[in-house]
C-alpha cells in the first residue's frame, strides 16, 4: 500500500503541486541539518526525518512556502575512512601513492553514491523534499570515474546543463540547480572562505605549534568538539614507578601514570606545594607520596555516553602492603620536596641526553637535556583524588605539560611521528607504535628495578571519533580561530527558543569552557584551508573568494582553472607574499568538517549569490537535529559562523531529539554493528510504522 501511494504521488506530481499552491505564501524557513552521505540509512536516522517531514507538511499545510532542501554532510574523515577500505590503503603514504587526485575523486564518487541511496530510502520514508534524481546522481558518479565525460542532466529545478560532470557535481545544490546541498560544492566551500577571511581581518586566525590529541591511524589532530565525541571508558596498565632522588640513598619518588609510553620522554615530576606529603619505607626504600592519596580507597566512578561504571580499587598503601610491610616515616608539606633532583627511568636514551631537547620545532629548555633538567616543580592542579600526588611530566606528551615545561624552562622530548610511532633517539621503542608498547616499558622498569607495581586502571580516555583508535598527544602544526569573541555568540543564545528549554543552558556551557576552534586536519579530502604562507618569512595570507584567488595567482592558475577548490589543483597556486614579495603557497592542511556544516545558513541560500533571496529565507524558523553532542558540533558551529558573518543568531527555534537505542538501551550506531537497516525495516514493518513511532515518542527521551 505504502508504494501505491508513492506511485500515485509520483506519477500525479503532488508534492509539485503543493509548491505551486503554497508560492507567494508567508514564508517559513527550516534548516536542514545534513546527513552524512557515506552509507545507506538506518532506522535511527529515520527519527529526525520523520520529524522534519511531519513540521515541513504542517506549515505547507498552513499556506506557508517552504524551501524544502534536504542536505547532505560529504568532506573529511567520515567519508576518507571509508574510501581507504574500499581501496585497501592503510597509511597517508600509501594514500599519496595511489595520488591524492584519484583518492578525492573516489571520495567524490562515494558520497554520490550514497546521496543516491540516502534520497531513494528518504523517498521511501515518504519524506517530501526537493530531492535529485537518484539515477543522475549515479550517473554522474559514473562519468567521474569514466574520465569525467560531458553529462546532459536535467536537474530539479528544470535547468538542463551539457557539461563535464565535474563542473555540474560542483553546483549541485545552487539555487540555479534546486535539489540537496552537498557541503563538497564550491559555494559552501567558497563562504567558508570568506568566514575565515573575515576572522582573519579580525587578528583571529593563527598558527598553533601545540600538544594536541592525535591519531596516529589518521594521522590528524583532533578538535576539542572531536575529542568529547570519542571518549570511552578503557582500562589501560598503569604503573607505579621510582624516580631515585640524587644523592639520597634508596630514597625515591613514588610516581604514577596511565600512559607508560610517556615515560620515555620524563622532564620533570610535579607536586602540589599546598598539600601534605609521606615518606613512607617499603622494601629497603623509602618513598614521597601524598598523605591523602596514600590512604585513600580509590573508586573509579565514570560515565560516558549515557554509560556508568564503578570500580574500587586498592589504596597505595594496600598495594604496597601486598610486597612487605609499610612504615609511615615522615610527613612534610608538598613545598618541602620542591627543587629535588632525581634520575629518570629512561636517562639512557639518547634523545633523553639531547641538548634542547627533541622538538620538531626548535630547541626547547635553554638547551639543557632532559636528564639533566630532571626536578621537582610546583603544579597547583594536582588533587588527592588519582594517582600519588607526584605527577610525571612530559612536555613533548600532554598539553598540560606543555604548558608547565613552557613555565619551567623544561626541555621538550616529542617522542612521535604522524604515525604514533617513536622516532629515532628511543632505541629499542623507535619504529614501535606508542599504543603497543606497554609491556615493553614495564619489562624494561622491571628489569631497572624501578617497577613498584603495575594494575589495569579503567578510565574514560580518548579515542578518534572516526576510527576508534587510541588518541596520543604530541606536538602539531596546525591553525586555529582564536575565540577570544565568544560573547558575540553568548549574546545570540538566549533569543533563541530551545526545546527543550536547558538547551540553552547546555549550550552556554559549551561555549563558556571552549578552547580556541582548531581549523586544520592533516588530511586530503575535504575543504582547501585558503591560507597562503611565504617561503622565506612565514607571514600568511587568508584568501577569501575564488575572485581574489585569481587576482593574486602568479603561478598554478592554469593547473587550477575549472577545477572544485579542492586538492590536489589548488595546491599548485602560488601568490606573493604580501610583507617580503617571496613566493607564497598554500598550506596542504584541510578543514575542520564542521566548518562544511557550519556555513549552511549562508552557502544554501545564497548570501553570495542573491542577497534578497538569503534575507527572504535568514534566519531559519526552525533547525531540528539530535540533540547530545550537536551543542558542541554542529549547532556552535552554526551559531558561530552566523555571530562572525551577520551578528545573528541563524535560527529562532531549535528542536533537539535523543538518540535511537536497542533492546539493550545502547544508542544505535552503524559503527557499534547495533543499528537495524532502513530497508530491511521498512519492509518488515512499513515506513509509517517508523514514523509513527517517532511522532508518538517525547522527543527528549
Excluded at 571520495?107 to 543522475?136: H, I, M, N
Amino acid at each position: 500500500m505504502e508504494r501505491e501511494i508513492l506511485r500515485f504521488w509520483a506519477e500525479n506530481r503532488i508534492f509539485e503541486k503543493l509548491r505551486a499552491q503554497t508560492a507567494g505564501g508567508p514564508p517559513w524557513s527550516f534548516l536542514d541539518g545534513p546527513i552524512t552521505a557515506n552509507n545507506p540509512m538506518g532506522v535511527h536516522h529515520a527519527w529526525g526525518r520523520s520529524l522534519k517531514d511531519m513540521y515541513q507538511r504542517y506549515h505547507a499545510m498552513n499556506g506557508q512556502e517552504l524551501r524544502y532542501q534536504n542536505g547532505f554532510d560529504c568532506q573529511g574523515l567520515w567519508v576518507e575512512v571509508e574510501v581507504e577500505k574500499s581501496l585497501g590503503l592503510q597509511t597517508k603514504r600509501e594514500i599519496r601513492d595511489f595520488g591524492i587526485e584519484n583518492f578525492v575523486r573516489a571520495c567524490k564518487e562515494r558520497v554520490l553514491t550514497f546521496a543516491a541511496r540516502q534520497t531513494e530510502q528518504s523517498v521511501r520514508l515518504g519524506y517530501w523534499c526537493d530531492w535529485d534524481d537518484p539515477k543522475l546522481l549515479i550517473e554522474l558518479r559514473d562519468a567521474l570515474k569514466d574520465g569525467d565525460r560531458v553529462v546532459t542532466a536535467t536537474l530539479p529545478s528544470g535547468h538542463k546543463e551539457t557539461a563535464r560532470s565535474s563542473e555540474i557535481v560542483r553546483k549541485l545544490g545552487s539555487l540555479e540547480y534546486g535539489g540537496s546541498y552537498f557541503t563538497f560544492s564550491d559555494e559552501n566551500n567558497y563562504t567558508i572562505w570568506a568566514f575565515l577571511k573575515k576572522c582573519h581581518s579580525e587578528g583571529f586566525i593563527y598558527r598553533g605549534h601545540d600538544v594536541m590529541p592525535w591519531c596516529g591511524r589518521c594521522g590528524t589532530g583532533l578538535s576539542q568538539m572531536e575529542v568529547a565525541e570519542g571518549r570511552r571508558i578503557t582500562a589501560h596498565t598503569s604503573v607505579f614507578v621510582k624516580f631515585p632522588i640524587r644523592g639520597q640513598e634508596k630514597t625515591a619518588l613514588l610516581v604514577w601514570t596511565t600512559t607508560p609510553w610517556t615515560l620515555t620522554s620524563n622532564v620533570a615530576v610535579a607536586v602540589n606545594p599546598e598539600m601534605t606529603y609521606l615518606k613512607v619505607r617499603h622494601g629497603g626504600w623509602e618513598y614521597y607520596v601524598a598523605k591523602a592519596n596514600f590512604e585513600r580507597d580509590r573508586l573509579q566512578d565514570l560515565q560516558v555516553e549515557g554509560k556508568h561504571e564503578t570500580h574500587k580499587l586498592p589504596s597505595i598503601r594496600t598495594i604496597l602492603k601486598g610486597t612487605g610491610g609499610v612504615e609511615v616515616v615522615e610527613e612534610m608539606p608538598g613545598s618541602a620536596l620542591l627543587g629535588l633532583t632525581y634520575d629518570g627511568p629512561f636517562d639512557e636514551l639518547p634523545a633523553q641526553n639531547t641538548p634542547g631537547g627533541v622538538f620538531p620545532y626548535g630547541e626547547t629548555g635553554l638547551g639543557a637535556t632532559a636528564a639533566a633538567a630532571h626536578r621537582v616543580i610546583a603544579w597547583s592542579e594536582i588533587s588527592e583524588a588519582e594517582g600519588t600526588g607526584l605527577v610525571h611530566i612530559a612536555p613533548g606528551c600532554g598539553a598540560e605539560d606543555q604548558q608547565l615545561g613552557k613555565e619551567e624552562d623544561l626541555p621538550f622530548i616529542a617522542p612521535l611521528d604522524e604515525s604514533a610511532v617513536y622516532g629515532e633517539g628511543f632505541r629499542e621503542f623507535t619504529g614501535r607504535n606508542a599504543n603497543d608498547v606497554a609491556d615493553d616499558i614495564v619489562a624494561a622498569l622491571k628489569a631497572s628495578g624501578l617497577l613498584v607495581a603495575r594494575e589495569k586502571y579503567p578510565h574514560v580516555y580518548p579515542h578518534c571519533w572516526r576510527c576508534k583508535s587510541e588518541l596520543v598527544f604530541r606536538p602539531v602544526d596546525e591553525w586555529f580561530i582564536r575565540m577570544e569573541w565568544r560573547d558575540r555568540i553568548q549574546r545570540e543564545v538566549p533569543q533563541i527558543r530551545w526545546i527543550p528549554a536547558e538547551g540553552e543552558a547546555r549550550e552556554m556551557d559549551w561555549l563558556r569552557n571552549m578552547a580556541d576552534w582548531m581549523i586544520s586536519k592533516k588530511r586530503f579530502w575535504g575543504l582547501a584551508l585558503p591560507i597562503w604562507v611565504c617561503g622565506a618569512c612565514e607571514h600568511f595570507t587568508v584568501i577569501g573568494s575564488r575572485e581574489e584567488l585569481k587576482e593574486k595567482a602568479v603561478e598554478g592558475w592554469d593547473a587550477f582553472e575549472g577545477n572544485s577548490p579542492h586538492r590536489p589543483h589548488v595546491d599548485a597556486v602560488k601568490i606573493r607574499c604580501e610583507k617580503c614579495g617571496a613566493l607564497a603557497a598554500r598550506v596542504e592542511d584541510v578543514g575542520n568538517p564542521w566548518l562544511d556544516a557550519g556555513i549552511v545558513s549562508f552557502s544554501t541560500m545564497g548570501y553570495s549569490t542573491d542577497r534578497a533571496y538569503w534575507e527572504k529565507w535568514f534566519p531559519a524558523d526552525l533547525v531540528l537535529e539530535s540533540f547530545p553532542g550537536q551543542f558542541r558540533n554542529w549547532f556552535y558551529s552554526l551559531l558561530a559562523m552566523s555571530a562572525m558573518m551577520d551578528g545573528r543568531a541563524p535560527f529562532k527555534a531549535l528542536l533537539g531529539h535523543a538518540l535511537v537505542r536497542d533492546a539493550r538501551g545502547e544508542e544505535m550506531h552503524k559503527s557499534k554493528g547495533n543499528s537495524i537497516a532502513f530497508d530491511e525495516a521498512a519492509e518488515a514493518l512499513g515506513a509509517e510504522v517508523m514514523r509513527y513511532i517517532y511522532a508518538e515518542q517525547k522527543t527528549a527521551q
